[in-house]
């Protein structure tokens, strides 16, 4: 094996490994979202239902997406709403530059006490990252609840 074939080899792997960090990351921020895993289609992937107001906000549309559709670490219009729904839960969300951090303390238990900061030179980036965090900590704090 060539030393080109072996760097393409790695990088092959790289992106692969990737593409699932990334779709492992939207299903939990759908997951958060509490968007209803739809449907299992032809080709055994599941699908996600999305609804939405129309634009004359008099109608409810639903939106299907596949899982590789989601587009929670690459659209703004995705990101926001999930922010807002961490700010309402009562965590501290501060986008900066390159970076964001999400802090949270239970006004009632002040022992349960999250904080991250991450930064990355693509600014939604750095928010996605720090939203995955923070639902993995808060999911694990409710499971502990149960």
């Not at 969300?93 to 951090?101: E, K, N, S």
């Not at 928010?127 to 502990?144: C, Q």
Request: net charge negative; proline share 2%; glycine share 4%.
């Amino acid at each position: 094996m060539t030393k080109e074939e072996i760097i393409e080899m790695a990088k092959n792997r790289y992106l692969a490994e990737k593409k699932n960090d990334i779709e492992e990351s939207n299903k939990i921020i759908a997951e958060f979202m509490e968007v209803a895993e739809y449907s299992m289609n032809s080709y055994l992937y599941p699908e996600f239902a999305y609804n939405t107001l129309s634009e004359d906000k008099e109608h409810i549309l639903q939106e299907v997406f596949g899982e590789n559709e989601l587009k929670y670490h690459c659209s703004w219009d995705w990101i926001m709403p999930v922010i807002e729904k961490i700010d309402q839960i009562g965590a501290c969300v501060i986008i900066g530059r390159f970076f964001c951090d999400i802090g949270y303390t239970d006004p009632l238990n002040q022992e349960k006490h999250f904080d991250v900061r991450i930064a990355s030179g693509v600014k939604i980036n750095a928010v996605n990252g720090a939203v995955v965090e923070f639902i993995k900590w808060y999911n694990n704090e409710k499971a502990k609840e149960q």
